[in-house]
């Protein structure tokens, strides 16, 4: 290659202009040149290029590549491949740079190959950006696979309410039909249009999570009055399935808790629903306990929710906190739900310094769920 750009190169520039030009390229651009002899000796190195890879021009002159390079299997298997008379191009990762090697073979006048030239230049960068936008290529995809993925589920969970609000409504426009079966019939049309209205409340929330809109909203409350106005609302629910709903307070109480009262309500009212709903028999356990941080604000107010229902299998556990999550369609088809509600719960939990966990689960024997959020200062 050399000798073909010295023939053009003296035509138009005459050879010391040419070497100058040459030197002036091999001095200023990020490229090195090198040539190997048949046997692997160094006949050339240059370029500063070499910078890079911590070599000055002509270092290498001499020694032997194969002795030099044997631990770049790459970079040996790319020259063998030019001394047998290829003239190709590769990219190799090597010395922790990324390069761009041109490598030819150069022969004498029988036609025989008798070295080597090989020009690299250094890409490091632009490898960098193909892999940054590699991988933002495949975040965007994933976003927009799991974008479509909730839609279909929310277009599902429309549907099945809405076909049971319809359905039921026409039967009801029916004349002759028992007072007994018109108020079970209204009853599955409010179950839906409630389960609508779930939807529809998660989905808002989700949207401002999704957008960041998540402003945290403190008042103070009287820990007892809150906790038991809480607990009452869904005594309710329990006493329907003759499940015992208990309240504990473990170690220190205080008066007064200050924190995002409708947030924590959402959270505490989900879990407490979530285990009165998977529970058949048995008791839904609530304790709650208070720890005073290093410094005020840092007060945190703990909710452990235990009961001795479904349980999770633990494949199933895993997705508990992702949007429509639901362990076991069977029992979620049977108990109702959006499958939002841990998702949901656990976003608000850590924008208010906090987290949600599942503590522990075994199937047939009950779940127990912690919740933490920071109420500081307590008084
Ligand atoms: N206490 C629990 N016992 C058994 N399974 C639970 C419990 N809490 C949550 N799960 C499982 O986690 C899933 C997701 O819960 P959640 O996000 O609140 O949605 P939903 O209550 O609308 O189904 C439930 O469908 C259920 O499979
Ligand atoms: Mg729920």
């Given at each position: 290659m050399l000798g073909t750009l010295k023939t053009i190169g003296e035509k138009t520039l005459g050879k010391s202009s040419l070497e100058s030009t040459f030197h002036t390229l091999l001095g200023r651009a990020p490229i090195a040149i090198w040539s190997i002899a048949?046997?692997?000796?160094?006949?050339m190195c240059d370029g500063k290029g070499l910078e890079s890879l911590n070599l000055k021009p002509g270092?290498?002159?001499?020694?032997n590549f194969f002795e030099f390079r044997k631990n770049s299997p790459r970079l040996v298997e790319n020259v063998k491949r030019a001394l047998e008379g290829e003239t190709f191009r590769a990219d190799v990762f090597h010395q922790n740079i990324w390069l761009d090697t041109w490598y030819t073979p150069e022969y004498d006048s029988n036609g025989n190959v008798i070295s080597m030239i090989a020009i690299s230049i250094e890409i490091d960068e632009r490898k960098k950006n193909e892999e940054q936008l590699k991988i933002a290529r495949e975040q965007a995809e994933t976003r927009s696979e799991a974008k479509s993925r909730f839609l279909s589920h929310v277009s599902h969970e429309i549907r099945t309410p809405m076909t049971t609000i319809l359905g039921f409504s026409e039967i009801l426009k029916?004349?002759?039909?028992?007072e007994k079966d018109r108020a079970l019939f209204v009853e599955k049309i409010e179950r839906g249009g409630k389960s609508l209205l779930r939807l529809v409340d998660d989905l808002l929330d989700i949207s401002k999570i999704e957008a960041g809109k998540t402003t945290v909203e403190k008042k103070r409350v009287n820990l007892t009055e809150w906790l038991s106005e809480v607990v009452s609302f869904m005594e309710f629910t329990a006493s329907k399935k003759h499940i015992i709903l208990d309240l504990k307070y473990e170690g220190k109480k205080p008066k007064t808790i200050y924190t995002d009262i409708n947030r924590a309500r959402q959270i505490l009212t989900n879990l407490l629903s979530n285990a009165i709903k998977f529970t058949e028999k048995g008791a839904v356990t609530l304790t709650v306990r208070c720890y005073t941080g290093n410094t005020s604000s840092d007060d945190v107010i703990e909710f452990e929710v235990e009961d001795t229902g479904a349980g999770i299998i633990p494949e199933n556990q895993k997705n508990l906190?992702?949007?429509?999550?639901?362990?076991d369609k069977s029992i979620s088809g049977k108990y109702g739900g959006t499958g939002l509600g841990l998702f949901v719960s656990k976003q608000w939990a850590e924008r208010m310094g906090g987290s949600l966990e599942l503590v522990r689960s075994e199937p047939g024997k009950g779940s127990c769920f912690l919740a933490r959020i920071k109420a500081g200062p307590f008084d």
């Open positions: 048949k046997d692997g000796t160094y006949l270092e290498l002159v001499g020694k029916k004349e002759g039909i028992s906190f992702k949007p429509f999550g639901q362990g």
